[in-house]
Each structure stands twice: as C-alpha cells, then as structure tokens.
C-alpha cells in the first residue's frame, strides 16, 4: 500500500518554527517531484512549496518564500518542509504530495499534477 504520512504539525506562537516530514511508504518517490500545500478552514487548498525529483529545483509560494525551506532525503524516502518565522495566517492543515510526473525538471503548483496525496497534518499558530 503506496501511503504518505505527514509529521511534525503542532501548535506555535508566532515567530517560532516547526518542521514538517513527509515520509512515503509502499514504493519509492525518488523519481518523483513532491509538493507541500495547505487548506485553512473555509479556503481553498493552495500551494506552499515543491521541490524537483533530484533536489535540484524548488519553489515557493510568495506568502512564504524567504520563510519556508523545501528539501528532500531520497535514501529515507522522505520530504521536509522548514517552516521558520511562523505568521498567524499559516494555520491550516499541511499535505504532501507526489507529482504525477517522473523525473520532471520542472516544478508544479497546481494540485492536479499530483497523484499522491497525505492525510494532512494540523499546524496551528497563535498570535
């Protein structure tokens, strides 16, 4: 069973950091591109950051860029998101995803590039 499981949600005061992990199960990811994107409470999912198959690339949303990391560990299967100088406005339920594509160069934001998504995890930010 092909599973990806987000971590590292919680709660934070603003200004403080949390990392989130995204580890696969079931089969590799390592050829595939992988993205992080979140949904608030009566918003639309939207996305936060992705990140090439080998590494290589990566891109941000701008209401993070300078703020959030992307990276990824293909010998643990996993993908990480740095989420520093945390803002109110950042509370949602975080998901990862796998791009539909192998081996890629080039990043997507949009959802419906991906096949495998996350249950989610909840990261909540209090002013």
């Known amino acids: 069973q092909v599973q990806l499981v987000e971590s590292g949600g919680g709660l934070v005061q603003a200004g403080g950091s949390l990392r989130l992990s995204c580890a696969a199960s079931g089969r590799t990811f390592s050829n595939n591109g992988m993205g992080w994107f979140r949904q608030a409470p009566g918003k639309e999912r939207e996305f936060v950051a992705a990140?090439?198959?080998?590494?290589?690339?990566?891109s941000y949303a701008d209401s993070v860029k300078g703020r959030f990391t992307i990276s990824r560990d293909n010998s643990e299967n996993t993908v990480y998101l740095q989420m520093n100088s945390l803002k109110y406005e950042d509370t949602a339920v975080y998901y990862c995803?796998?791009?539909?594509?192998?081996?890629?160069?080039?990043?997507?934001?949009?959802?419906?590039?991906?096949?495998?998504w996350g249950q989610g995890t909840q990261v909540t930010v209090s002013s």
């Open positions: 995803a796998a791009d539909r594509w192998l081996r890629s160069t080039v990043v997507s934001s949009t959802p419906a590039r991906y096949d495998y």
């Open positions: 990140i090439t198959w080998s590494g290589g690339s990566t």
